[in-house]
T-cell receptor, first 112, second 112 residues
Framework: DAGVTQSPTHLIKTRGQQVTLRCSPK?????VSWYQQALGQGPQFIFQ???????QRGNFPDRFSGHQFPNYSSELNVNALLLGDSALYLC???????????FGSGTRLTVV | GESVGLHLPTLSVQEGDNSIINCAYS??????FIWYKQESGKGPQFIID?????DKRQGQRVTVLLNKTVKHLSLQIAATQPGDSAVYFC???????????FGKGTRLSVIA
């Protein structure tokens, strides 16, 4: 049983560019959350998707947007990239009312 | 805002010894707590969780203790092994519906 899969694993972008990160949740999971993890820090919540709608959002600017598809997979889009957006982006999924999240291995984004 | 923090940023232990990693939380409304292990280049991996109606929960070689009076959480690892070397995060949530809030993490180094 595949867990949470994310693509790509690594990405290098230039300031001002746009990026799209992808996530496939664990089989049976319908809720997807995205986190940003800066080097040496704990993950910070970006937003959560359920039933194709953004349900909760953390303290991130509108440059960060997302989408959830009918098959529960999700995308994270970041526009007008800044150097400070360099981080590990983690996708986590869970099933319905269950409390625990399963995390993917993340996408390492480097903005130069 | 509310936050979850850790007392010790690094911890070195001898192989075979017991490890104790501590965590303080500030949101008194939090009722669900999780410990995650994160190895280099990987996403957080679930270790054990506990709800606020419990004081202690045991898993395989791990025990989580919750002291709601002083808002303190600890993870005990018995007979620490080299494979336990990683960064450990505690995270909290309210009723499982609010996003997980992570602390900064503690790096555990096991000395063989």
């Amino acid at each position: 049983d595949a867990g949470v899969t994310q693509s790509p694993t690594h990405l290098i972008k230039t300031r001002g560019q746009q990026v799209t990160l992808r996530c496939s949740p664990k089989s049976g999971h319908d809720t997807v959350s995205w986190y940003q993890q800066a080097l040496g820090q704990g993950p910070q919540f970006i937003f959560q998707y359920y039933e194709e709608e953004e349900r909760q959002r953390g303290n991130f600017p509108d440059r960060f947007s997302g989408h959830q598809f009918p098959n529960y997979s999700s995308e994270l889009n970041v526009n007008a990239l800044l150097l400070g957006d360099s981080a590990l982006y983690l996708c986590a999924s869970r099933q319905g009312g269950n409390y625990g999240y399963t995390f993917g291995s993340g996408t390492r984004l480097t903005v130069v | 805002g509310e936050s979850v923090g850790l007392h010790l940023p690094t911890l070195s232990v001898q192989e075979g010894d017991n490890s104790i990693i501590n965590c303080a939380y500030s949101n008194s409304a939090s009722d669900y707590f999780i410990w995650y292990k994160q190895e280099s280049g990987k996403g957080p991996q679930f270790i054990i969780d506990i709800r606020s109606n419990m004081d202690k929960r045991q898993g395989q070689r791990v025990t989580v203790l919750l002291n709601k009076t002083v808002k303190h959480l600890s993870l005990q690892i018995a007979a620490t092994q080299p494979g336990d070397s990683a960064v450990y995060f505690c995270a909290e949530s309210h009723s499982g519906n609010t996003p997980l809030v992570f602390g900064k993490g503690t790096r555990l180094s096991v000395i063989a």
